[in-house]
């Protein structure tokens, strides 16, 4: 008796999902355009009852009709509606229509973004039936509700779980493009940041495939992914540079000879191009990582200037230029500012050690003194060198 209940009660279920579904896409095809659409569906949530239905909804919205597992419209020929997003022409003024349709319409019926979640996730995992065209259209409307903050980014985290093809890619690759073409690039990484998945972007390539020249390569065939080339670009730097300042707190907190650890560097700054004053700021941060700071001032006083004595060396190798000795003492500088204010006292010690050892030039002093200095705590610190700067020039008019 009750197996018979719960099959009628599956039949009415599927019923009423076909009506739902032939009532909104005639209701969907009276209007002439999308506004008329967007009209219709924000006065009609309540009467075809757009929560009980909402898979149905969004695929009538997507596809034009409901979708049966695999991704193909389940729908009889004729019940298709007009106006969706597989619809619409190719462009990514059209197809954004439909994303501020259906932000207008989840903006009235709340519960709408939440259920909008699990659709995404599905049809995410469609995308290998859908036809090239409606992918990319599909790829478009993607980018358009994240941007319009309709749907949570996560949901993108379904295209990297079976990313043995490349549909993965050429998805993103117009998802990219959409994006790009009414938002910045800044908003875009910031998203991605956000679900960890700046970082991932290689991952959606197959495994035979995926390699960080290879993605590259493949996103500047694309017309208008300059700016996500150089984003990647600088993922790649930023990874590289937090790497090498771990592998040196690593050398340093286990005393390596200075020749390892500068040919460590090397390794890292030579084929990657990096500048003697980049890599100098990232010696300096691993340089002061390593160091178990004491709470004497004396001690630390001491500390610091075996710290830097200690690896004059390694410092040597990347003070070559005038702009890096400048980069090293504001690094020295905000440093002691924002991080260990004890060694403020300091400061001017510390740079006649390094002058000393030829780390630091006069010039790049002079420079930094004048004008190349940095703002955080500048009166004290500019205060405290001026007895330095005034032995520095009484010395250079004895040479003279």
Known sequence: MEQRRVRKRDEKQKLDTSSFANDLISGINSSSNVDEVTAYLEKSGDTLDFRTYSEQFFDIIVAGGILAPGGKIASEKGDKSKFCVFEAEGTHEEVLKYAKMLEKVASRYRYLSAHLVDEMEKLLKFIKAFSTEDMKKFAMFTAFILQLNVCEVKVLEHLFVDAQEMVAVEFIVEFFRAWLSTGPISSLASMFKSASLDYRVMDLFPVNKRSFDYMLEQFESYEGLEEIVMWQRALRMTSFKQDLVETLVQALTEKKEEDDMIQMVAEVATPNKLKHSDVITLIFEALVRSTNWNKKSDVMTEQALNLFNNNNKLLLSYTGTKKSQVYLMNKLQEYCYDSNQPLMKVYTKLILLMYKLRILGEEAITQWYHDKHSSKGSSV????????????????????
């Open 381 to 400: 610190f500019l205060e405290q060198m001026d007895p330095m700067m005034k032995w520095l020039k009484t010395a250079q008019e004895e040479e003279e």
